[in-house]
């Protein structure tokens, strides 16, 4: 009988055992008093540095510190990963916004206008009374912000692998200018090409020679067995303005559309290297002395 009963009390120990490791869980997994909301935005200044802010509310009674934060967005690859923020977020709705590196879009196929999977921030949150607790929030699904710029890695890889629009050789000229060139360069489409059009910087502006803004557009087609094209370019400081030069977050950035087909004009850059900077900073160069001397 004491054998039976040593076994029995042995068997009651282990039971309570679980059933404080049981609790125990359940306590971890209880759901979050904290009422936190998060979506993303973005700036001009994001869109250079291919980052968005995380705009972060706090919808509850007491101030919270975020220690760090990450974007888990599958759709993405090579983000920042963990983000010290180290940011006060005070109660009653309040944004506050750490901006972070999304990496680029994972893509598929040909698809122009994919969706981005469902994606959450990672938060490691601190309370006034100094616990510190790792919180998930979701992001909204779909999410308008996250599929624009998975389209638009999208839409660059597709045009990459059809073509290159790139500059060609520049020549410098008396008045500060620069001559060079548009080239149009086939790559993988085996259809009709068509560069729309393409416009300057916000400093720089760049117009076919020699009609220059009496250019009829389109400015060139790349016909089925022919592999390149070249168009003949000035680029001048004549958009230089005291308000462009505040804004010269964005000075090497060429927008150009393109048709694939007679397609719907699809957004493209043209590439910039090494080469095209050294050309355009003396023309940049010349247009702040300039105002700078107004």
Same mark, same amino acid.
């Given at each position: 009988?004491? %054998?039976?009963?040593? *076994? ?31 979506? *993303?935005?973005?700036? %001009?200044?994001?869109?250079? %540095? ?19 934060? /990450? ?88 045009? #990459? ?45 760049? *117009? ?29 400081? /004549? ?45 940049? #160069? ?9």
């Amino acid at each position: 009988m004491k %054998r039976v009963a040593v *076994l029995v009390a042995v068997l009651a120990l282990a039971l309570s055992g679980c059933n404080s490791k049981n609790s125990d869980k359940s306590d971890k997994s209880e759901k979050s008093d904290l009422k936190l909301r998060v979506e *993303l935005t973005q700036g %001009r200044v994001d869109e250079v %540095r291919h980052t968005v802010q995380v705009s972060m509310h706090n919808d509850g009674p007491a101030k919270l510190v975020i220690q760090q934060l /990450e974007l888990k967005a599958p759709s993405f690859k090579d983000g920042a990963g963990p983000v010290k923020a180290d940011a006060w977020l005070p109660p009653g709705g309040l944004q506050v916004d750490v901006p972070v590196s999304y990496g680029t879009g994972v893509c598929t196929g040909d698809d122009l206008k994919p969706h981005a999977a469902a994606s959450t921030v990672a938060l490691r949150v601190q309370t006034e009374d100094g616990k510190v607790t790792d919180e998930t929030v979701a992001l909204a699904d779909p999410n308008p912000m996250l599929d624009k710029l998975l389209a638009i890695d999208c839409q660059q890889a597709y045009l #990459d692998r059809q073509a290159t629009f790139t500059f060609g050789p520049w020549t410098h000229l008396p008045s500060g200018w620069v001559d060079g060139t548009v080239i149009v360069k086939r790559t993988g489409f085996k259809g009709t090409i068509t560069l729309q059009e393409f416009v300057g910087s916000i400093l720089l502006e760049v *117009l076919p020679t020699p009609q220059r803004e009496a250019t009829p557009k389109p400015y060139a087609v790349l016909a089925p067995g022919t592999d390149e094209v070249r168009i003949p370019i000035v680029v001048d400081g /004549e958009r230089c303005t005291p308000h462009a030069l505040a804004e010269i977050k964005k000075p090497y950035v060429f927008p150009a559309w393109v048709s694939l087909d007679g397609g719907p004009p699809l957004y493209t850059e043209l590439k910039i290297t090494d080469a095209e900077v050294a050309a355009f900073k003396p023309v940049i #160069d010349a247009c702040a002395a300039g105002h700078t001397q107004m």
